[in-house]
């Protein structure tokens, strides 16, 4: 079972769904490819596997056809001067950060004061935290000019998204519902003035760092951020509300914060900092020749590599696992504020969702995408090399159709590996029997297109057997641990029980 670390400095630095632990990926990358070998992912997200392969001495390419995928894994691996980045961010601040701050700044009880947060309900303000030059954190009721304020910012906002999302009951985007409609009327005020700003910074290098600073302060600048209420320790006593932070999909909690805008700003460039700090010390020594030899981002489709043919030593992807994670619609806030979006080829996307207008986003489309994407691997994959594909899903059918798919194109399985999750996932603790791992699937590209494909196993009296097996031994283990290790036992032999069988044979037999 492979260990996970806490991610932090570059990893830490942008949200992004699916990542996963760099500690391990650097395992895999060092197993299956030597140095000055090519490693490529061609669903990259938000870079990891890339900046392994290059902090270990291997070119990278990586394909994905978010934009802002791209963006991140473009920052991640640019080497900025640490003391440009601070200047600028000092610049930033003295134009904008008094400004900004105005749009919270009203009299309280005959005393100026500054709101940092403010908990909305229904609509209503129904608890403002504030302090003054005197005190630190208190904490008053809402009122009209509360509202006011808010709804009737005193400055008028620069340019702003409008940009229409996709109609998705699943991620609750409603009909004509518009990336703005995410934000009061005085956070659109602070974020554009921000965005305007960063528009204005010549160097490229340097704006980009402040691109992805705006699109990392989107979610807690939002009205997506939830408010945590702990149990009373004592009856009669007030439950203090903590702050919570975007989960995933665009719910809007019942009750939610509105937090100052630069405060927002300012704590996400303090996250920042930290990762371009590391990225400095890993690549700055690193030429720009360097790095243009050893790294190749395409913003494009997995199904549609430009590169030649055997031309790459080891692929290691975690693509779209059918709609677990819609990525692209759940990216639209972050590529509408950097103008990311007008470009983006929705139909290429490997996803199946339930977006109103993305019908032919069906399981078929994914198949047949995904089958392009792994007929691409294996043309560009060298004969006899290595393929590892990250995995996750409780579905049958999505099971043997990706296990086959591989088989169609002439891979064959070397080695299955557990792979933890490197944080906890909301998606993971709300599934019932969700598989608390990935399983990292290797094959080696045989070229064979005449292999037995995997088939469902269906004898009932021997699964009981197989999965009483495993509990005697480890009677501590959940149902995922069950799955792990009949999967290791049963794939290799050209067959699977179903995910559905196997659930309900741990629920009987765990009683």
């Known amino acids: 079972?492979?260990?996970?670390?806490?991610?932090?400095?570059?990893?830490?630095?942008?949200?992004?769904?699916?990542?996963?632990?760099?500690?391990?990926?650097?395992?895999?990358?060092?197993?299956?490819?030597?140095?000055?070998?090519?490693?490529?992912?061609?669903?990259?997200?938000?870079?990891v596997t890339l900046i392994e392969a290059v902090k270990a001495g291997r070119k990278a390419v990586g394909v994905d056809l978010n934009p802002i995928a791209i963006k991140l894994a473009n920052v991640s691996m640019t080497a900025v001067d640490i003391d440009m980045i601070n200047a600028t961010f000092k610049s930033i601040k003295k134009k904008l950060q008094k400004t900004i701050n105005s749009l919270y700044e009203m009299e309280y009880n005959g005393q100026p004061t500054m709101v940092t947060h403010t908990i909305w309900k229904n609509g209503e303000p129904i608890e403002v935290w504030y302090c003054t030059d005197r005190d630190k954190k208190k904490i008053r009721v809402g009122n009209e000019s509360d509202i006011k304020m808010c709804n009737e910012p005193a400055i008028e906002p620069k340019w702003y998204p409008e940009s229409i999302m996709y109609e998705n009951s699943r991620i609750n985007v409603g009909k004509e519902q518009k990336v703005s409609d995410l934000f009061t009327p005085r956070a659109l005020v602070g974020l554009s003035l921000i965005c305007d700003e960063i528009k204005h910074i010549e160097d490229e290098k340097l704006r980009a760092v402040f691109e992805l600073t705006l699109s990392g302060t989107l979610s807690q600048a939002s009205n997506l951020v939830f408010v945590i209420r702990r149990r009373k320790?004592?009856?009669?006593?007030?439950?203090?509300?903590?702050?919570?932070?975007?989960?995933?999909?665009?719910?809007?909690?019942?009750?939610?914060?509105?937090?100052?805008?630069?405060?927002?700003?300012?704590?996400?460039?303090?996250?920042?900092?930290?990762?371009e700090q590391e990225i400095y010390d890993l690549f700055s020594e690193k030429t720009d020749d360097y790095m243009n030899a050893h790294l190749n981002l395409i913003n494009g489709s997995a199904t549609a590599i430009p590169i030649e043919d055997n031309s790459i030593d080891y692929v290691f992807i975690d693509p779209p696992h059918a709609n677990r994670i819609l990525y692209m619609e759940q990216s639209l806030m972050w590529n509408s504020w950097l103008e990311l979006d007008s470009n983006i080829c929705w139909d290429d996307e490997i996803i199946v969702t339930e977006a109103k207008d993305r019908k032919e986003k069906d399981t078929d489309n994914y198949n047949a995408l995904l089958g392009g994407a792994f007929a691409e691997i294996s043309r560009v994959l060298k004969p006899g090399k290595y393929f590892s594909l990250a995995f996750n899903c409780l579905d049958d059918d999505t099971w043997i159709d990706t296990l086959n798919l591989f088989v169609t194109h002439g891979f064959e399985i070397r080695d299955i590996v557990p792979l933890e999750y490197s944080a906890t996932s909301v998606i993971q603790d709300n599934r019932k029997n969700a598989l608390k791992t990935d399983f990292v699937l290797t094959f080696q590209n045989t070229e064979n297109k005449e292999l037995s494909k995997v088939v469902f196993k269906n004898d009932e009296i021997e699964l009981e057997e197989d999965i009483q097996e495993i509990l005697d031994i480890n009677p501590e283990y959940e149902v995922y641990n069950v799955m792990n290790a009949l999967f290791k036992k049963t794939i290799p032999e050209g067959y699977i029980y179903k995910v559905s069988k196997i659930v309900k044979m741990c629920a009987e037999l765990m009683k």
């Open 1 to 47: 079972m492979a260990n996970t670390s806490t991610y932090k400095g570059i990893y830490a630095m942008h949200k992004y769904w699916g990542k996963k632990p760099f500690n391990e990926i650097s395992k895999f990358i060092e197993q299956y490819s030597s140095p000055e070998e090519t490693v490529m992912d061609c669903f990259c997200g938000s870079g």
């Open 233 to 275: 320790k004592n009856e009669g006593e007030p439950s203090k509300a903590e702050v919570g932070s975007w989960v995933i999909g665009y719910w809007v909690p019942e009750e939610h914060f509105e937090i100052n805008v630069w405060n927002c700003f300012e704590n996400r460039f303090k996250r920042i900092l930290k990762g």
